[in-house]
């Protein structure tokens, strides 16, 4: 490579490399904005039980957990607005990577060390290592648990039928349900990134929705069926873990079913690429699938190939590969990604004599 190209792949770096450290800084915002708002909003909880009367013959306590409700959303957007950025700086820093490779300024090139697009990038990975993840998680999951803790207090007060020392009781028993779901998620979540899915799809959606069954449960049964407050309580765990189970059990299956009610009413398409067009004109859709629905970085620049049979599709760069292999019937393929236990099973469909790969 002469200097020029250097120098300009150097300038093709830096402006990479200074939008990684960007977005690094965005992500460090949101958390301490989502901190921020949460205990200035617990703050505003504390201040309504100063007021003597509130708008529309509401109690105090009423506008408390209202508040709440408002915390625990606004920490959950946070939370997936964090994870929208973190995806989007991890395609940053693996093709910045890239660039340090090609420049020498990795761990193997001449200077011996590794770069900071890769350090970023191991920081905000998803298979970052037990204490990492929960250093990064617990912020949000923190506040959330607080939020639903504060939302069932509150309501352990409003309903006036519960001693100080039941209120007590029942809070604790609460705080530590949270608090241990929520790591159990993060546990679990490692675990599955070291051997893969099993056969309960426990997504942080399916912890969250469990535990919001737990806190709200008990005030249903209570106001509706009348029942006391140790049944409603006792009844909306046990319904909280049935609801655990099935929903992990099943979630795989209601969101495929959601999804083919969608392609059904032509709201969404499924079309990947054609077999017959790879390579060829349609290797640049299958390389911004493997990007954008498997968060492969790699990608930019790949190689292509297909077997002399034409039932395997190689995809290749440096020591990175995936394949996409078709089944002798031509009815299923299944795509296999080199640092992925998991393998993914694809459709193909045939249409005007040309085998066509969807997700479903």
Same mark, same amino acid.
């Given at each position: 490579?002469?200097?020029?190209?250097?120098?300009?792949?150097?300038?093709?770096?830096?402006?990479?490399?200074?939008?990684?450290?960007?977005?690094?800084?965005?992500?460090?915002?949101i958390r301490k904005g989502?901190?921020?708002?949460?205990?200035?909003?617990?703050?505003?909880?504390?201040?309504?039980?100063?007021?003597?009367?509130?708008?529309?013959?509401?109690?105090?306590?009423?506008?408390?957990?209202?508040?709440?409700?408002?915390?625990?959303?606004?920490?959950?957007?946070?939370?997936?607005?964090?994870?929208?950025?973190?995806?989007?700086?991890?395609?940053?820093?693996?093709?910045?990577?890239?660039?340090?490779?090609?420049?020498?300024?990795?761990?193997?090139?001449?200077?011996?060390?590794?770069?900071?697009?890769?350090?970023?990038?191991?920081?905000?990975?998803?298979?970052?290592?037990?204490?990492?993840?929960?250093?990064?998680?617990?912020?949000?999951?923190?506040?959330?648990?607080?939020?639903?803790?504060?939302?069932?207090?509150?309501?352990?007060?409003?309903?006036?039928?519960?001693?100080? *020392?039941? /209120? #007590?009781?029942?809070? $604790? &028993? !609460?705080?530590?349900?949270?608090?241990?779901? @929520? =790591?159990?998620?993060?546990?679990?979540?490692?675990?599955?990134?070291?051997?893969? *899915?099993? /056969? #309960?799809?426990?997504? $942080? &959606? !399916?912890?969250?929705?469990?535990?919001?069954? @737990? =806190?709200?449960?008990?005030?249903?049964?209570?106001?509706?069926?009348?029942?006391?407050?140790?049944?409603?309580?006792?009844?909306?765990?046990?319904?909280?873990?049935?609801?655990?189970? @099935?929903?992990?059990?099943?979630?795989?299956?209601?969101?495929?079913?959601?999804?083919?009610?969608?392609?059904?009413?032509?709201?969404?398409?499924?079309?990947?690429?054609?077999?017959?067009?790879?390579?060829?004109?349609?290797?640049?859709?299958?390389?911004?699938?493997?990007?954008?629905?498997?968060?492969?970085?790699?990608?930019?620049?790949?190689?292509?190939?297909?077997?002399?049979?034409?039932?395997?599709?190689?995809?290749?760069?440096?020591?990175?590969?995936?394949?996409?292999?078709?089944?002798?019937?031509?009815?299923?393929a299944t795509l296999k990604?080199?640092?992925?236990?998991?393998?993914?099973?694809?459709?193909?469909?045939?249409?005007?004599?040309?085998?066509?790969?969807?997700?479903?």
């Open positions: 490579m002469d200097d020029e190209n250097k120098k300009l792949l150097f300038e093709e770096y830096q402006l990479i490399r200074e939008t990684a450290i960007h977005f690094d800084k965005i992500l460090l915002d989502a901190v921020t708002i949460a205990f200035i909003i617990f703050g505003l909880v504390v201040e309504t039980f100063r007021v003597k009367s509130v708008l529309c013959g509401l109690k105090p306590i009423d506008l408390a957990i209202a508040f709440t409700l408002i915390e625990f959303l606004m920490v959950l957007i946070f939370f997936y607005l964090e994870r929208h950025y973190r995806i989007y700086l991890l395609k940053i820093t693996q093709l910045a990577a890239e660039y340090e490779d090609r420049l020498g300024l990795s761990k193997d090139g001449d200077m011996g060390m590794d770069g900071v697009s890769r350090c970023l990038n191991r920081v905000h990975d998803e298979k970052m290592d037990l204490w990492s993840r929960i250093a990064h998680f617990n912020i949000f999951t923190s506040l959330m648990a607080m939020g639903l803790l504060a939302f069932s207090i509150l309501w352990e007060f409003k309903i006036d039928v519960l001693s100080f *020392e039941e /209120i #007590l009781f029942y809070s $604790f &028993i !609460v705080f530590i349900i949270l608090f241990f779901g @929520f =790591v159990v998620y993060g546990l679990r979540n490692i675990k599955k990134q070291k051997d893969g *899915e099993d /056969i #309960l799809h426990d997504d $942080f &959606i !399916v912890y969250l929705f469990s535990m919001v069954v @737990f =806190v709200i449960f008990p005030y249903i049964l209570f106001f509706l069926f009348s029942y006391d407050f140790a049944s409603s309580f006792s009844l909306a765990l046990l319904i909280s873990i049935i609801f655990f189970i @099935f929903f992990g059990l099943s979630k795989k299956r209601i969101e495929e079913g959601i999804l083919k009610s969608l392609i059904i009413f032509h709201v969404v398409s499924t079309y990947l690429f054609s077999w017959d067009n790879i390579p060829g004109s349609d290797s640049e859709r299958l390389l911004r699938y493997l990007r954008d629905d498997h968060n492969i970085g790699w990608t930019e620049s790949a190689g292509i190939s297909k077997s002399d049979d034409g039932k395997t599709i190689s995809i290749f760069k440096d020591r990175n590969s995936a394949e996409i292999m078709i089944d002798e019937n031509e009815e299923k990604i080199s640092d992925d236990v998991r393998t993914h099973d694809l459709t193909v469909k045939k249409k005007n004599g040309k085998l066509n790969i969807h997700n479903y």
